[in-house]
């Protein structure tokens, strides 16, 4: 319900603030358009005015103006619409009126607006003004006509009366304001169409975001109502982070407690080892020196894998803490050769390879730098190229060739042994990943090897994969950038 009305209210601003200032423009448009023709009928007017004022002047000349006989005449035979024709001197005096005989009794003109104009730029124009004299309301129209030999200017003025008739015409054409109104509302309609539309894609989700903040179960209902256009895009994107991101977060919660439990079951086996032979050796006091001995050194062994597991697990959460700061950051300031560190690898191991009858065939150049964001970078370099020798030399039965070599930026380690099923491909670099289990135990290994080769990879922008050798065996392939 809170939803709905938040949606609702959001619908009503943004239509009130978008529709308010359509409607204010159409306001201010249609204001300016009905001045726009007023003032365009009004020039027309004086136009036509203006032409009656020429004409006079053109027929009479200056000298005929000023008679009243010849003015008298002339406006009599061109009168129309009741016109009131007017001759003024530059000063403001009255010379000749149709309509007022002793036009000596009439007031000065010179403050009339259309008089002042009419100085100023040859013509002017007063609208809806009472007559002092007729009083009687005229549209004046006035030109103003100079004297070539500087003697006194002459205005011709012409009025006509504000009748029904010329009101009418002065009025402007109100179809452009039904127009106008019919626009408003159509353009009203589409706002509000697409306005609630917007509305109702924002309420699904806001309620997509409501059940994912309180923890309520989620379905996929509000994506299917989604538009499919650029709004239903981006809310599909949104939605499609969300369950990236849920996932993502249930995957990180799954696999933190399935490292727990396995840590706690490969832990739970050299512990009860060690309880057992030493609950062994204290309840039987007596018990004869040879088999006390056999038991402390079992007891040895056994702590001794829980130290390796424990020290394969630290480095396993350090690589990932290095990992994650070197993304943030992109530190990568050391520089290590890898070639001296392959060749201490196999020198440590030469003897457990030639025990097991394997031949090391090596395609390396002269040098391998890499720039890495370790502290210690030999180190961990050197574990990964161990435990993979290790790899091959526990598991690999009856291999007689391990190969390592190196082509553009990619390492590859690979053995002619049995190899894995390929169902176990995938998982080979998981943490305490086994293929047989029972077996991997039985040879001490702490099922960390192959992450701890991920992780150091992946430290250094690179990535892990394992495959099948041709004619048998497993590969292992990494690149380091």
């Not at 994912?212 to 509000?222: R, V």
């Not at 299917?224 to 969300?242: A, F, K, N, Q």
């Not at 457990?352 to 002269?366: D, F, M, R």
């Not at 992450?451 to 048998?472: P, S």
């Amino acid at each position: 319900m809170a939803t709905a009305l938040k949606s609702k209210s959001f619908q009503k601003n943004l239509f009130l603030s978008i529709g308010g200032i359509f409607l204010l423009f159409a306001v201010c448009f249609s204001v300016y358009q009905y001045q726009r023709e007023k003032d365009y009928k009004i020039d027309i007017l004086h136009a036509r005015l203006q032409m009656y004022n020429y004409e006079m002047m053109h027929t009479l000349g200056e000298d005929g103006v000023q008679n009243d006989s010849l003015f008298a005449a002339y406006t009599q035979s061109h009168n129309m619409q009741q016109m009131r024709v007017s001759v003024i001197n530059s000063d403001g005096r009255v010379l000749q009126d149709n309509d007022y005989d002793n036009v000596d009794s009439l007031p000065n003109h010179l403050k009339r607006l259309e008089v002042q104009e009419a100085l100023q730029k040859g013509s002017g124009y007063d609208i809806k003004r009472t007559s002092q004299s007729t009083h009687e309301t005229y549209f004046y129209s006035a030109t103003l006509f100079r004297h070539p030999q500087h003697r006194q200017d002459i205005i011709i003025r012409t009025a006509v009366p504000y009748s029904a008739e010329l009101t009418e015409s002065l009025k402007a054409d109100n179809t452009y304001i039904y127009f106008a109104v019919a626009l408003t509302i159509l353009l009203g309609l589409a706002l509000y169409y697409n306005t609630s539309r917007i509305s109702r894609h924002i309420g699904y989700l806001r309620q997509f975001a409501v059940k994912a903040e309180t923890g309520k179960e989620l379905d996929h209902e509000l994506e299917r109502r989604l538009p499919d256009d650029e709004l239903g895009e981006i809310s599909h994107t949104i939605i499609t982070l969300y369950w990236k991101l849920r996932h993502s977060e249930e995957d990180k919660a799954r696999i933190k407690r399935q490292l727990t439990q396995n840590a706690a079951h490969e832990l739970k086996t050299p512990a009860a080892s060690i309880h057992g032979y030493l609950e062994s050796i204290l309840d039987h006091p007596d018990m004869a020196p040879q088999q006390r001995q056999h038991f402390l050194q079992r007891c040895y062994a056994q702590s001794e894998r829980m130290n390796k597991l424990l020290l394969d697990m630290a480095q396993l959460t350090k690589l990932e803490e290095v990992n994650t700061k070197a993304t943030a950051t992109g530190n990568s300031e050391m520089k290590v050769d890898l070639v001296p560190i392959i060749h201490n690898v196999l020198d440590d191991t030469s003897l457990q390879l030639q025990e097991k009858g394997i031949e090391v065939k090596l395609s390396l150049p002269e040098s391998i730098i890499v720039r890495s964001p370790l502290s210690e970078p030999e180190s961990s370099f050197y574990g990964v190229f161990r435990n993979l020798a290790d790899n091959t030399i526990a598991y690999a039965t009856g291999a007689t060739c391990l190969s390592i070599s190196y082509s553009q930026g990619e390492f590859t380690v690979s053995d002619n042994g049995p190899g894995v099923p390929t169902e176990h491909l995938p998982h080979l670099f998981e943490r305490f990943y086994r293929v047989d289990k029972g077996r991997s135990r039985k040879l001490g290994g702490t099922g960390l090897g192959l992450a701890i080769v991920r992780n150091v990879v992946a430290v250094h922008g690179g990535n892990a994969t394992a495959q099948h050798t041709t004619g048998g065996g497993l590969t292992i392939k990494f690149t380091i950038s």
